[in-house]
């Protein structure tokens, strides 16, 4: 593209602000730092609350398509009911409907798109196939292996998905490096477009700041519990705390703000009805507003965070842990041993206690006890936290990965490259 040209992206993320899903904060830093950065951004996403149209955004509504894509409506539909997951596909011809005039009215350069869903996958495949630009795929979870997709007739489906786009895109990017390992160990020949990009924060956004010490203490769970993220090996701890006489309603309530499905506390619910008879325990479930979900982490003098309760591995990291951390509030967590989880509360610089699933009832009881008796106090987010994980200097970096696909300069312009120019 001509020199001193800014290039444009096509992203299509389903998420997307002011939604208030936890996926929808990724693609928002981007669509926020990379114009910092000289690339500009055009967002197709799927309608939410509070969603309005900009000149740089649009949020086509599940089976609201325009034109001729009208006519894969029913194809979508039925696809729909026959796919093993709810890929939102009928999300797919809305979004192409919006995405194909953009493109006719202002060329894109490269497409992103943000998985899951499924959907903003094909959509930028499309896409790339019919215009013939670069394609970045991101996984904010993995596809094939992911303990969320757990139908074992449908593992051959997911791996033909995942083969598929790691054969069509330029670059791929996951977020953290045992996610990304994996890949390459499934994908060796596609191993050098596999990138990591963490998730993280935005830099602009004020943390979530602790109240003064109140009481009785409390230990929040702020957001949503569903598949294998189950408080089952707390809440029977607890039960044999309260059993002993070292966890007292008057000196702790343990709080769970936000969704969870109805096997949340399936396996735990004899601990769970002893912890409510004596007044420990109150769950508020259903989606919750922003600002409660806030006051909650804020009233709280531990945080508790649960990354995958039923399985040996995980590569994948709760995106709360990057709100939780900035709070500086001491942290209580399950995790398995070498999970990516564990290496960012190792060095996050907050005080933290990891469980792993296995620990036995008793084991876990002792240890949690010593740890509510006397609480860590807060403590501030190190350096490296900080650094690593601010959303501006990802955009940064991202930047840099669409410039490095896009083709070359043409001749008699200049040329990308420092050392080629002098």
Same mark, same amino acid.
């Given at each position: 593209?001509?020199?001193?040209? $800014?290039? &444009? ?12 899903? @936890? ?11 990379? /114009? ?10 799927? @309608?939410?609350?509070?969603?309005? !149209? ?7 509504? /599940?089976?609201? =398509? ?21 890929? $939102? ?6 979004? &192409? ?7 006719? =009215?202002?060329?894109? $350069? ?139 309603? !008057? ?40 600002? !409660? ?22 590569? $994948? ?21 070498? @999970? ?17 699933? *296995?620990? =036995?009832? %008793?084991?876990? =009881? ?14 501030? %987010?190190?350096?490296?936290?900080? *650094? ?11 930047? *840099? ?13 200049? @040329? ?7």
């Amino acid at each position: 593209m001509p020199t001193g040209i $800014q290039p &444009l992206v096509q992203v299509f993320a389903f998420h997307f602000p002011p939604s208030s899903a @936890s996926g929808a904060a990724r693609p928002g830093r981007w669509a926020k730092y990379l /114009p910092q950065q000289g690339v500009r951004c055009r967002v197709t996403a799927c @309608s939410a609350p509070g969603a309005a !149209e900009t000149g740089t955004a649009c949020f086509p509504e /599940p089976g609201n =398509a325009r034109g001729s894509w009208r006519r894969a409506l029913p194809l979508a539909r039925l696809l729909h009911r026959l796919l093993p997951y709810n890929e $939102q596909i009928t999300w797919l011809p809305a979004a &192409l409907s919006h995405a194909w005039p953009a493109q006719a =009215a202002g060329p894109a $350069q490269a497409v992103i798109s943000t998985f899951p869903p499924l959907a903003a996958h094909l959509a930028a495949l499309l896409f790339h196939l019919r215009f013939a630009v670069p394609w970045i795929a991101d996984f904010r979870d993995p596809l094939a292996g992911n303990p969320f997709r757990n139908r074992p007739w449908a593992r051959p489906y997911d791996r033909a998905l995942e083969s598929l786009i790691l054969r069509c895109a330029a670059a791929v990017l996951l977020t953290n490096d045992a996610a990304a390992e994996k890949l390459r160990r499934r994908h060796p020949e596609h191993a050098a477009k596999i990138h990591v990009l963490w998730n993280g924060f935005d830099p602009a956004d004020p943390p979530v700041l602790p109240c003064p010490a109140t009481h009785p203490r409390r230990l929040v769970h702020a957001g949503s519990l569903y598949g294998p993220r189950r408080p089952s090996s707390l809440l029977r701890a607890l039960a044999l705390l309260l059993d002993s006489g070292r966890v007292r309603p !008057e000196d702790w309530r343990i709080e769970f703000v936000g969704p969870h499905e109805e096997s949340s506390f399936s396996d735990c619910g004899s601990a769970l009805d002893r912890l409510r008879a004596a007044g420990l325990m109150e769950i508020r479930g259903g989606l919750r507003p922003k600002a !409660e979900l806030d006051a909650a982490m804020a009233a709280a003098s531990i945080l508790l965070l649960l990354d995958l309760t039923g399985g040996p591995e995980s590569v $994948q990291v709760p995106a709360k842990l990057f709100d939780y951390v900035r709070t500086g509030l001491p942290v209580l967590a399950w995790s398995p041993p070498g @999970s990516p989880t564990r290496h960012v509360l190792e060095r996050a610089g907050v005080a933290s206690l990891v469980f792993s699933p *296995e620990e =036995a009832d %008793p084991v876990v =009881a002792e240890r949690l006890g010593a740890w509510l008796e006397c609480p860590p106090p807060p403590a501030a %987010p190190s350096a490296w936290f900080l *650094e690593t994980f601010d959303g501006a200097r990802q955009a940064a970096w991202l930047a *840099e990965l669409i410039r490095s696909l896009l083709p070359a300069p043409g001749p008699g312009s200049a @040329s990308r490259n420092p050392a080629a120019a002098s």
